[in-house]
Every structure is written in C-alpha cells, then in structure tokens.
C-alpha cells in the first residue's frame, strides 16, 4: 500500500513539472523570448556575445607600473610591458599604412574639389553648368539634324536593320528568359554603332577613326577660387585623327558673354564633391600619350547602368555627361593652347555625348571656347543637350493582359525613326 502511494506522489510531481515547464515555453514564445530551434545547429540559434571594449591605458608621469620585462616571463601581479613597435626592414604591400596627409609631399593647404564617375550632383546639370561657366541650349544644333536628311547619308532599309538590331538586344542575344539591362543597353548600343560603320564606303573619313575605353581623364581649371578636378574612366570614347568642326560662328559666341549663369544659392556649387587636400597641381592628361594617332575627341558614349555599384537619376547621369565632356574638351585645349586661361580660344573645341539605358537616350554636343573659367562674366561655353529621347516604346517577350485585354503586345512596338537619324547625325558629323 504504501509502495503505490509513493508511486502515485512521484507521477504526480513528474506531471506538474512537464506542466510548469510547457507554461514557461509559452510564455516565452508569446513574448518574443528564446526558442527551441531543433533544424540547426546551436552556434546558429545562440546568441552573439557583445564585442569587448579596450581598456583605455592611462599613463600618469612619475607613477610608473611595475612590469615583468626585467624577468623576461610572464608573473602574476605584474603589469605586461609595452614595447617600442616592431618595424620590417622590408616592404610588404599587406600592409602598408600612408603617411598622415600633411605629411605627404602633395600636400596643399587649398582644397580641390574633384568630380569622378561615381559623382551624384544634387542639382544636376545646373550644377554642371556653374562649373564649366556653360550656357545651355535645349536642342540639337539644326545644321548637324540636317545630315541625315540627304539620302546619301542613310543607310539601306535604315528602319528595318534598326529594328532588327533592337530585337537582338532584347530578344535575340540571351539564354535566359530576359536579358539584364545592363547586357541590352551595351549591346544595342554596339549593334547602332557597326550600322553607322556600315557607311564608311561612302563616307572614307569614318575610317580615321577608332574606339577606346578604360582610358583615365585628369583635367584641372580654377573657379573664382576654388580649385576643380575631373579625374577617372568614363564610357566608350570615339577618337578621330581630325578635330570637329565648330557648331557655332563668331558672332554666336560672341553673344554668350550677354548669358547670365543661374546661382545656385542657398546650395553650395561644390556640393556632392570630393574634397582633397593630396592632390597634383596642374594634372592635364588626356589618357593617351603624345604621339597617339588620334588625339581629337569625337563622341563620348555613355551607360546609364553601367556601373551596377553607383545607379545615378536622370538628371545626375546628364550631368556626369556634361562634365565629362567638357572635361576632354578642355585637356585638349590645354595641350594645344598651354594652361594659362585664355579668354576666347582661336578655334572653339567641339566634343560630343550620347548616353543611353537601352531605349532612352540623351544627345549632347558642347563646344569649349574659352579656358577663363574663373569669374561668370565674359565669353561663356556652349552645349547642346536634348533629353529624354525614346527610341521605342515597348519591348516585350510576353504581351502585357490586364482584365483578359492585351494592353501591349509582345515584340517590338512603338519604334521612332527619327531618334536613330539623330544618332547617326552625331556619327556622321565631322565626315560629311
């Protein structure tokens, strides 16, 4: 009888505990509290101890700690010695620590702002304008619109192969259910530029021409009195062993010195800019050395996407274009004419740009005529820009049903012909 009683006490404690315990675990995961995690591993599921803070070495002159460097052992009580640092009598570039900046020899006490491929303008190409004293122009020169409509100046079944080039960009040159912006913007931009070469037997000034990219652009000018850099790689550059001819005449440019450029008060011009303090005095280099072929910038072309660690805006990609372009505008000048300012250049540099993400592009054409870039008043720079410029409207591999309607059908719709006549104006230009 009394072996049963105990029996009965011992089921009944086993069962109040598995009760108490089931509470406790619902408790815990009501409120968002430590679970039992039973499909990993337990380093997973624990928890990440906080990070130890360094204690902070206090040295108080003439109270010295005992340390055990004398005994040449470790001794407990003792304080660990401090050594003089360890320093390699050879290089090894792992690791390299520089010298303090003003240590440095190029060290300067005036700032240099400099503006790199992964510069976001605030203010866009308003901001671009201040700082390469440029007025804008919001079309396309019409003398360059011109070239294409001579039918000498077109390329058979011109609509047809253009359309063709588009479809292998987006439908034809994958594996994949759809290609990547990235991949369709940088292959139709290729498959436009070998239907423009296809022009070279009519037009042999094409063929003084050449492609690079990679090439690094350093261009220095003074604005009031700060100092400007451009610096870095841009996109594909077409150089030709011939200068562009001048857009505008004399007289037009005479009439820039009436433009009043826009203040960006309360904003400051330099905003978004890196600041240095370690920088060359006067680094003019065009990427190519001395005795290179083809000096002469042509056309500047650029990715919207390109980079998949920096995604600009709109406005910030024009602008990047902008500055790049006048940034081989004005090394050239400077290799020509000498880096002192000059107030009007004898003959106006012309560069050109065209930027694209795959079916919007941005025309720009700039023409340089003056390196006086100090103060706002007197001859200004020129550039034409037209924005936004759709070369069709939709590309899809499967149609767009919305409410059983087909709202956009798949394929190619919406292609505008006279986008591409303007590309391939900006291509001919200098070779008709």
């Known amino acids: 009888m009394l072996l049963e009683k105990t029996r009965c006490l011992k089921a009944a404690a086993q069962l109040s505990s598995q009760t108490v315990l089931l509470k406790e675990l619902s408790r815990l ?5 430590a679970r039992r995690h039973f499909g990993i591993s337990r380093p997973l599921a624990a928890k990440v101890p906080p990070p130890r803070k360094p204690r902070e070495r206090v040295d108080i002159p003439g109270l010295e700690m005992v340390t055990y460097a004398d005994r040449m052992h470790f001794v407990p009580g003792l304080t660990k010695p401090v050594g003089p640092r360890w320093e390699r009598d050879y290089k090894d570039p792992r ?16 700032p240099c702002y400099v503006f790199n491929q992964r510069t976001s303008a605030l203010e866009g190409v308003r901001q671009a304008l201040w700082l390469t004293k440029t007025k804008l122009i919001p079309h396309l020169p019409p003398q360059l619109l011109s070239l294409t409509e001579n039918p000498a100046n077109q390329i058979p079944d011109q609509d047809e192969r253009v359309q063709n080039a588009i479809k292998h960009a987006r439908f034809w040159d994958t594996t994949q259910e759809r290609p990547g912006k990235e991949k369709y913007s ?5 498959n436009l530029l070998h239907l423009c070469a296809t022009l070279q037997s009519s037009h042999p000034a094409i063929g003084r021409r050449i492609f690079s990219e990679k090439y690094s652009l350093a261009a220095t000018w003074k604005r009031g009195e700060d100092v400007f850099q451009i610096r870095g790689q ?16 004399k007289q037009e440019v005479a009439d820039t010195a009436d433009h009043v450029l826009e203040a960006l008060y309360p904003v400051s011009p330099t905003i978004d800019l890196q600041k240095v303090h370690v920088y060359k005095d006067e680094p003019n280099c065009t990427g190519f050395r001395g005795d290179y072929p083809y000096p002469h910038a042509h056309t500047l072309y650029f ?28 090394v050239r000048a400077h290799k020509a004419y000498g880096t002192q300012p000059r107030h009007v250049l004898d003959r106006p540099i012309t560069v050109q740009a065209v930027g694209t993400n795959g079916r919007i592009f941005q025309f720009m054409v700039l023409q340089l005529n003056t390196t006086d870039l100090s103060g706002d008043d007197g001859i200004k720079n020129q550039v034409w820009l037209e924005e936004d410029v759709e070369l069709y409207d939709f590309a899809k591999v499967r149609p767009l049903i919305k409410k059983k309607q087909v709202k956009v059908p798949a394929g190619l719709t919406g292609y505008k012909p006279e986008v591409f006549s303007k590309f391939l104006a900006l291509y001919l230009h200098g070779a008709v």
């Open 234 to 249: 841009n996109g594909l550059l077409h150089n030709c062993m011939d200068p562009l001819p001048e857009v505008s005449g």
């Open 95 to 110: 690791y390299y620590e520089s010298p303090p900046a003003h240590e440095m020899p190029l060290f300067k006490e005036t």
């Open 29 to 33: 995961s009501s409120h968002g509290g």
């Open 186 to 190: 940088n292959t139709l931009l290729l």
């Open 303 to 330: 990715l919207e996407g390109a980079d998949a660690r920096c995604k600009l805006r709109p406005e910030q990609f024009r602008a990047k274009m902008l500055m790049f372009t006048f940034g081989n505008a004005l």
